[in-house]
């Protein structure tokens, strides 16, 4: 079984500055790893995905994630956020095989401002 | 592109009262995942759905059921609703096969029971 924590519920940031929203794993198998995104009232958008290789991955809207094995970690970066950014973004997990059902965190509420 | 399609988008349901969920998975996606997010919580996954088989089951309640169709949509019956029951609930779609899978989310189906 997996398990997701995401340490923050918030994180207030003013706009242009550099932001991180920490996602821990728990699994004791291998995992795929992803970051959703999910704006007022609206569903769940894929920002990146983390399956194999690189361990920097690269996202849409300028976010990327690195993921570190040795410390079961998949964090969310981006450099300089908008106030377009301000949404909850969530981090989950799921097995490498059979049904790939995803285990969600918590959520992190991402306020900008300006 | 063709996204995950949920019907209805938004209704209202007496206590005890049945309420059906429809999902259209984007073409050729073979797997169908329900999730449900209360209010300021995580999506939390249902129960899913592989070539018209049940292929896993989370944190269902027995008055809960689905199926998916031979045209691969899905429906999520709710019976006996109670004010709990009222949530966002997602369906998401994916296409098995190796290399890792992507969910793709509907928008939801707001749920409220009065």
């Known amino acids: 079984a997996q398990s997701v924590t995401q340490l923050d519920s918030q994180v207030p940031v003013f706009e242009e500055a550099p932001v991180e929203l920490r996602c821990n794993y728990s699994s004791s198998v291998s995992v795929y790893l992803f970051w959703y995104v999910q704006y007022p009232n609206q569903g769940l958008q894929l920002l990146l995905k983390?399956?194999?290789?690189?361990?920097l991955v690269k996202g849409i809207n300028g976010f990327e994630a690195e993921f570190n094995k040795s410390q079961t970690s998949f964090h969310l970066r981006k450099p300089s956020v908008h106030i377009s950014d301000t949404a909850e973004y969530f981090c989950?997990?799921?097995?490498?095989?059979?049904?790939?059902?995803?285990?969600f965190g918590t959520g992190t509420r991402l306020k900008v401002l300006a | 592109a063709a996204g995950v399609i949920q019907s209805p988008r938004h209704l209202i349901k007496e206590k005890r009262e049945t309420a059906t969920l429809k999902c259209y998975p984007i073409p050729r996606h073979d797997t169908v995942y329900w999730y449900q997010q209360g209010p300021g919580q995580d999506p939390q996954f249902l129960i899913s759905f592989y070539e018209k088989m049940q292929s896993d089951k989370g944190s269902i309640p027995d008055r809960f059921s689905a199926q998916q169709f031979s045209d691969y949509h899905s429906e999520l019956n709710m019976s006996s609703l109670e004010l709990g029951d009222s949530a966002l609930y997602f369906c998401?779609?994916?296409?098995?096969?190796?290399?890792?899978?992507?969910?793709?989310f509907g928008e939801g189906s707001w749920l409220t029971v009065v």
């Open positions: 983390y399956l194999s290789g690189s361990t």
């Open positions: 989950a997990v799921s097995g490498t095989s059979g049904t790939y059902k995803y285990i």
């Open positions: 998401a779609s994916s296409l098995s096969g190796a290399g890792g899978n992507t969910i793709y």
